[in-house]
């Protein structure tokens, strides 16, 4: 059985153990199964608690009309304290039984609701930079929040709905022995209820797949919005973006009206035949009483499993209601498990050197082993990708496919929809694999970084570039997340990014609190505590795109001088176009066109490349106190 916390771990493998097998993406109805078999043992166990919960209700009117037959009627005292002894006994049980199968329920939702997340989140983790690339972040969020939600929901319906099924048989069979014609009534009333239900569900289970993905929508654009909203307050964008969210806002509201009306439906359709049910089953029961073929506590019996059968039936529809937005849920779900890492395992990788000359063979560039080099481009685009390359990472240069329908599509145009979605995913798809099975076109050492592991590559490089996130927790947590610096490693991490301002701004210093994605610093403030948590790795490799884009002049001089002095002996990196790392490094090679066309020391181009120049002079012509507004603007 699963205990809590759940021990889920698709995607995952630990030290010495083989990770779970991946949930099953064939279809909504195979992942939802999967998820189930997961949980049987649990499900099976409540079904059973759930069956002894029931007995008041299964028992208790038939040992109720026991108790008039032989006991209220015949004026006999110790029948009737018999009969309502055993009432008594069956109400305990019942009563005993409903607090663990609380118990039990609760637990397997909560199970089912974290092991979802635990499932997101490793995959997250196993695919890194691609899954923002390939699906949306709101799904994303969307399917580690509510989504996970009914998939606990669907574990509760199920064990309670098997419980009413076996309690449903129990009573069909107690009043078939007594009434034939009433048995068969009530063994028929179940499937015909339900039945009549079913074609509501067709139209519940797409206007509710419209509704989850307005609401996936509206939370990825909420996340951009925080995001960035310091970058809309300087652009006076609040008023733009704040429209478009609530209109995107407003058609979730529509689409989950829409499905709520539905849904209203098919409980109104259960009410109406549940109560059609209980008129016929007493006026039947009525007649075979003024006939003599039931006695007065038959009848009476009669009529509480009428009662009862109101719950099973319920139950039913709750069922298929919760197995449609589960099946929605699991649709959205299968879009992020089905995503494969685009890197291959494989048998046998070629370990990176130690040390080496790092090239690219795209771009021409080569950075030597123990120099500082620095990349110059008037296309900030094209040393980002260089980058990516330099670290393997997959280039951004696509958009992730939403799972959201529109709602006015119908019929073949609906599928057609579905089917370019389904396609744009699997070029996607295709494009991954294609450029992981094929030279890197990167080499450390003359090793292509392509036939190494992806866990030696990333040892070997690290790449720190303006999409660096800081992630809610101290500032500890933030500057040194695995916890392996000691105090001393970590100021001096911090005093190389001059980033000891942010120490003495947070109450309680290491274990003062930072908001998510670093909201509550300025630009500057953000971007060196990301490159003081660069600097503490010590990597073999260092990669800073743009690392002191947002703070002042004084400030970048600071750290262009306390980096190179750091990093001395170990090959770095970095793209910039400002003078005051310029003179700090031992070779400066500038870019034209994503290309490696000249390089040298930052003197000698001044003087011999007009690019160069093109590029650099204007960072050298601007004034110190220009350049020193930035880090209080926030930019």
């Given at each position: 059985m699963r205990d809590f916390p759940p021990q889920i771990d698709p995607f995952y493998s630990a030290a010495g153990r083989k990770p779970d097998p991946a949930p099953d993406t064939r279809s909504p109805a195979a992942f939802l199964r999967w998820f189930l078999r997961l949980q049987w043992p649990l499900i099976a166990l409540s079904t059973a608690v759930g069956v002894l919960w029931q007995l008041p209700l299964t028992v208790g009117p038939l040992l109720f009309g026991k108790a008039v037959d032989h006991g209220i009627h015949p004026h006999s005292t110790s029948g009737t304290l018999f009969w309502a002894g055993l009432l008594l006994l069956v109400t305990v049980i019942g009563a005993v039984f409903g607090i663990v199968l609380h118990t039990l329920v609760v637990r397997s939702w909560l199970i089912n609701l974290y092991g979802t997340m635990k499932m997101v989140t490793r995959k997250v983790v196993q695919m890194g930079h691609v899954l923002p690339r390939r699906t949306p972040t709101g799904e994303v969020l969307s399917v580690a929040s509510s989504d996970s939600d009914e998939f606990g929901a669907l574990t509760e319906i199920v064990s309670r709905a098997a419980s009413q099924l076996v309690a449903y048989l129990i009573v069909a069979f107690i009043v078939l022995t007594t009434s034939p014609r009433l048995g068969v009534l009530m063994l028929l009333a179940a499937p015909v209820l339900v039945s009549a239900a079913m074609p509501l569900l067709k139209p519940l289970h797409r206007r509710q797949q419209v509704e989850r993905g307005r609401n996936s929508e509206l939370t990825s654009m909420a996340t951009d919005i925080v995001a960035g909203l310091r970058i809309l307050r300087g652009i006076g964008g609040e008023r733009t973006f704040g429209r478009?969210?609530?209109q995107q806002s407003q058609r979730a509201a529509r689409a989950g009206v829409s499905a709520g009306i539905w849904q209203a439906a098919i409980e109104a359709v259960g009410v109406l035949f549940s109560g059609v049910f209980i008129?016929?089953?007493?006026?039947?029961?009525?007649?075979?009483?003024?006939?003599?073929d039931l006695t007065i506590g038959q009848l009476i019996s009669f009529l509480g499993y009428a009662l009862f059968m109101i719950y099973p039936i319920q139950t039913f529809f709750e069922l298929a209601q919760k197995v449609t937005r589960a099946m929605v849920s699991a649709r959205k779900a299968i879009a992020i498990f089905e995503h494969q890492p685009p890197w291959p395992d494989l048998e046998t990788s070629t370990p990176l050197p130690d040390h080496g000359d790092l090239y690219d063979e795209l771009s021409g560039l080569t950075a030597h082993d123990g120099e500082l080099t620095i990349v110059v481009s008037a296309v900030p685009e094209d040393t980002a990708a260089l980058a990516d390359r330099l670290g393997r990472y997959l280039p951004a240069d696509?958009?992730?496919?939403?799972?959201?329908?529109?709602e006015k599509l119908k019929g073949r145009a609906a599928r057609r929809a579905r089917d370019q979605r389904l396609a744009e995913r699997a070029r996607l798809a295709a494009l991954d694999e294609e450029l992981a099975n094929r030279e890197w076109g990167v080499r450390l050492g003359g090793v292509d970084l392509g036939a190494a592991s992806l866990d030696d590559v990333r040892r070997q490089i690290l790449v720190s570039d303006t999409g660096s996130q800081l992630f809610a927790g101290t500032l500890q947590d933030a500057i040194d997340p695995h916890g392996r610096l000691t105090r001393e490693q970590a100021e001096h991490a911090v005093r190389v990014a001059n980033a000891e301002d942010v120490y003495d701004a947070l109450p309680g210093g290491w274990q003062g609190m930072l908001d998510e994605r670093g909201r509550g610093l300025s630009g500057g403030q953000r971007q060196r505590v990301v490159l003081a948590r660069?600097?503490?790795?010590?990597?073999?490799?260092?990669v800073l795109v743009e690392p002191t884009s947002a703070v002042d002049a004084h400030t970048e001089a600071r750290i262009a001088e306390r980096v190179a002095a750091v990093r001395h002996g170990r090959t770095t990196v970095v793209s910039t176009v400002s003078p005051l790392w310029l003179h700090h490094a031992d070779r400066v090679v500038v870019l034209e066109d994503g290309k490696a066309t000249v390089d040298g020391t930052h003197e000698d181009l001044l003087r011999d490349s007009p690019a160069y120049r093109r590029v650099v002079a204007r960072s050298m012509d601007a004034p110190v106190e220009e350049v020193a507004g930035h880090e209080h603007s926030g930019v």
């Amino acid at each position: 059985m699963r205990d809590f916390p759940p021990q889920i771990d698709p995607f995952y493998s630990a030290a010495g153990r083989k990770p779970d097998p991946a949930p099953d993406t064939r279809s909504p109805a195979a992942f939802l199964r999967w998820f189930l078999r997961l949980q049987w043992p649990l499900i099976a166990l409540s079904t059973a608690v759930g069956v002894l919960w029931q007995l008041p209700l299964t028992v208790g009117p038939l040992l109720f009309g026991k108790a008039v037959d032989h006991g209220i009627h015949p004026h006999s005292t110790s029948g009737t304290l018999f009969w309502a002894g055993l009432l008594l006994l069956v109400t305990v049980i019942g009563a005993v039984f409903g607090i663990v199968l609380h118990t039990l329920v609760v637990r397997s939702w909560l199970i089912n609701l974290y092991g979802t997340m635990k499932m997101v989140t490793r995959k997250v983790v196993q695919m890194g930079h691609v899954l923002p690339r390939r699906t949306p972040t709101g799904e994303v969020l969307s399917v580690a929040s509510s989504d996970s939600d009914e998939f606990g929901a669907l574990t509760e319906i199920v064990s309670r709905a098997a419980s009413q099924l076996v309690a449903y048989l129990i009573v069909a069979f107690i009043v078939l022995t007594t009434s034939p014609r009433l048995g068969v009534l009530m063994l028929l009333a179940a499937p015909v209820l339900v039945s009549a239900a079913m074609p509501l569900l067709k139209p519940l289970h797409r206007r509710q797949q419209v509704e989850r993905g307005r609401n996936s929508e509206l939370t990825s654009m909420a996340t951009d919005i925080v995001a960035g909203l310091r970058i809309l307050r300087g652009i006076g964008g609040e008023r733009t973006f704040g429209r478009n969210y609530d209109q995107q806002s407003q058609r979730a509201a529509r689409a989950g009206v829409s499905a709520g009306i539905w849904q209203a439906a098919i409980e109104a359709v259960g009410v109406l035949f549940s109560g059609v049910f209980i008129v016929l089953l007493v006026w039947l029961g009525t007649y075979q009483v003024i006939d003599g073929d039931l006695t007065i506590g038959q009848l009476i019996s009669f009529l509480g499993y009428a009662l009862f059968m109101i719950y099973p039936i319920q139950t039913f529809f709750e069922l298929a209601q919760k197995v449609t937005r589960a099946m929605v849920s699991a649709r959205k779900a299968i879009a992020i498990f089905e995503h494969q890492p685009p890197w291959p395992d494989l048998e046998t990788s070629t370990p990176l050197p130690d040390h080496g000359d790092l090239y690219d063979e795209l771009s021409g560039l080569t950075a030597h082993d123990g120099e500082l080099t620095i990349v110059v481009s008037a296309v900030p685009e094209d040393t980002a990708a260089l980058a990516d390359r330099l670290g393997r990472y997959l280039p951004a240069d696509t958009e992730p496919v939403s799972q959201e329908l529109d709602e006015k599509l119908k019929g073949r145009a609906a599928r057609r929809a579905r089917d370019q979605r389904l396609a744009e995913r699997a070029r996607l798809a295709a494009l991954d694999e294609e450029l992981a099975n094929r030279e890197w076109g990167v080499r450390l050492g003359g090793v292509d970084l392509g036939a190494a592991s992806l866990d030696d590559v990333r040892r070997q490089i690290l790449v720190s570039d303006t999409g660096s996130q800081l992630f809610a927790g101290t500032l500890q947590d933030a500057i040194d997340p695995h916890g392996r610096l000691t105090r001393e490693q970590a100021e001096h991490a911090v005093r190389v990014a001059n980033a000891e301002d942010v120490y003495d701004a947070l109450p309680g210093g290491w274990q003062g609190m930072l908001d998510e994605r670093g909201r509550g610093l300025s630009g500057g403030q953000r971007q060196r505590v990301v490159l003081a948590r660069a600097v503490a790795v010590e990597a073999p490799i260092l990669v800073l795109v743009e690392p002191t884009s947002a703070v002042d002049a004084h400030t970048e001089a600071r750290i262009a001088e306390r980096v190179a002095a750091v990093r001395h002996g170990r090959t770095t990196v970095v793209s910039t176009v400002s003078p005051l790392w310029l003179h700090h490094a031992d070779r400066v090679v500038v870019l034209e066109d994503g290309k490696a066309t000249v390089d040298g020391t930052h003197e000698d181009l001044l003087r011999d490349s007009p690019a160069y120049r093109r590029v650099v002079a204007r960072s050298m012509d601007a004034p110190v106190e220009e350049v020193a507004g930035h880090e209080h603007s926030g930019v």
